[in-house]
């Protein structure tokens, strides 16, 4: 099972938890709003995306599984 | 139920058009179609007769085999969308949509107030098809006779089409976003017209969390005509990966401005010889929508409007706009105002869309005033990359995609403003229409 991480950027105001918690993966833009690389999560970075993606004062960051495209 | 039926249209039908147009036949300067005069057109709806009329055909696999794509901008194929919709269960809505958010077009709402029974009618045909519980239609507020024509329209149908579904007007606000399809179903909710994040996307849960069929008008005027002549007769026009007639709405330095119906292919020439001719000459078209793609003037005498050809410049017809800029007016000029227009426009929802818009906007500012910080074409380019697929919406992708093309087809305006500031024609009046009429 492969997971993969997405801003809801409705929600998001740009707290910036996320990129100090998983820079790995995720960098801010000039604004301060995260751009993630798409990649898949596993292993060890995984468990950081999730602290991450807990972390976020909006519940903006979702790690979600991968699932098959809906259509 | 189950059984395959062979296209069959009603006894009665009238014999379809040939040729051009379709859709705009019978279409009267100053008022719109009744039901009546409609029928007397285009013949009545293909249904069984008897006490509980029905579709004595399978609509999806005929728009399938029609190949008919959406015309609201995103050109997704309509049979796959009614497929997703029954896919999903329960009993659907469906949403048609006369919005019309684009201020360059005018086509949808053209349709509502001259011609409201065609779109109707497509919207009867997929809300029978899919079993709907009802059908909403979304009309732009300040189109005010588009809204009530669509009232006394639909009036009308009610003590005709027994069994169709409840249909209910939703007055859309005038705004850019306020017709993107889950800003629509929001709005059917009773929340702001916004852009939702997504998924679920409206076709798995929508209005009223039921699977809902977004519809554009257009597409669902095609629909009435696909069911009553079939898919072939469909096909007949344009070519087969873009089949059919399209809407277009011509704006500019043309003699006769307005709303046409093109074969899908047809050349840009002969669309601005049947508007009577160019009356200055172009510097470049705006095309598809405002979230579109700049072509420069030298391209248009080859230009066809299909989105084979279209590609190589990042166009599409999309939702049918053909804005030409003459050459009269600045493009630099024209892209800052236009471009500022459109950050105003985001629903202010998303950050990377707010800031990366407003920055797109100071930077076309900042090049026709003369004064941009460092490279501006490269500023530019790092700003659209920064907000394309960051928005809940994809109105940010279209600015960037319209700024992107800018760059590519007025690349010497750009460069000397940037150099020498404001030009003589810096100073003329606007000629992109923003205000909507």
Known sequence: MSHRLRVNPIACEAHGMCAELLPERIALDEWGYPVLDGQQLDGELLEHARRAARACPTFALLLERERPPAR | ?437
């Not at chain 2, 401005?257 to 050349?267: D, F, H, K, Q």
Request: hydrophobic residues 45%; glycine residues 12%.
């Open chain 2, 1 to 437: 139920m189950s059984t395959q039926l062979a296209y069959a249209p009603a006894p009665s039908a009238v014999a379809p058009p040939a040729g051009l147009p379709r859709l705009l036949t019978g279409i009267a300067a100053h008022a719109a179609m009744s039901l009546e005069h409609h029928e007397a057109v285009h013949g009545p709806l293909p249904l069984t007769g008897g006490r509980r009329p029905a579709l004595a055909f399978d609509l999806v696999e005929e728009l399938d085999r029609a190949g008919l794509r959406g015309r609201g901008g995103a050109g997704f194929p309509t049979a796959a969308k009614l497929r997703a919709v029954a896919a999903a269960g329960g009993r659907p809505v469906v949403l048609a949509n006369v919005g019309e958010g684009e201020p360059a077009s005018r086509k949808d709402r053209t349709l509502a107030r001259m011609l409201p029974h065609l779109v109707l009618d497509g919207a009867e045909l997929a809300a029978r098809a899919l079993g709907a519980r009802e059908l909403i239609v979304a009309v732009c507020e300040t189109a005010r006779t588009g809204a009530d024509t669509l009232a006394l329209a639909i009036s009308e149908r009610e003590r005709r089409h027994r069994g169709a579904p409840r249909t209910r007007l939703l007055g859309v606000p005038d705004r850019f976003v306020a017709s993107q399809e889950s800003a629509l179903v929001s709005l059917a909710n009773g929340a702001p017209a916004l852009p939702a994040f997504t998924p679920p996307r409206p076709f798995e849960r929508g209005v009223g969390g039921h699977p809902t069929l977004v519809a554009n008008a257009e597409t669902l005027a095609h629909v009435a005509l696909i069911a009553r002549h079939g898919a072939s007769w469909f096909r007949e026009l344009g070519s087969p990966a873009e089949p059919g007639s399209a809407l277009v709405t011509l704006s500019g330095p043309v003699a006769r401005p307005g709303v046409y119906e093109i074969a899908r292919g047809g050349s840009l020439s002969g669309l601005m010889q049947a508007a009577g001719g160019l009356t200055l000459p172009a510097a470049g078209v705006l095309l598809g929508g405002y979230g579109g793609a700049w072509i420069a003037g030298a391209h248009l005498e080859s230009l066809r409007l299909s989105d084979e050809r279209l590609a190589p410049f990042g166009a599409s017809l999309g939702a049918g706009v053909v804005a030409v800029l003459s050459a009269h007016a600045c493009p630099v000029r024209e892209l800052a105002r236009l471009t500022r227009w459109l950050a105003g426009q985001s629903a202010g929802q998303c950050g990377p869309c707010v800031h990366g818009l407003d920055a797109l906007a100071g930077g076309f500012e900042a090049i026709a005033a003369g004064a941009p910080r460092g490279n501006g074409e490269q500023r530019m380019r790092q700003l659209a990359a920064l907000v394309r697929a960051r928005g809940a919406c994809a109105h940010p992708d279209g600015v960037a995609r319209m700024a992107l093309s800018a760059l590519a087809a007025f690349p010497t305006e750009l460069a000397e403003h940037a150099r020498h500031g404001p030009c003589e024609r810096c100073a003329r009046s606007p000629e992109l229409p923003l205000a909507r009429a």
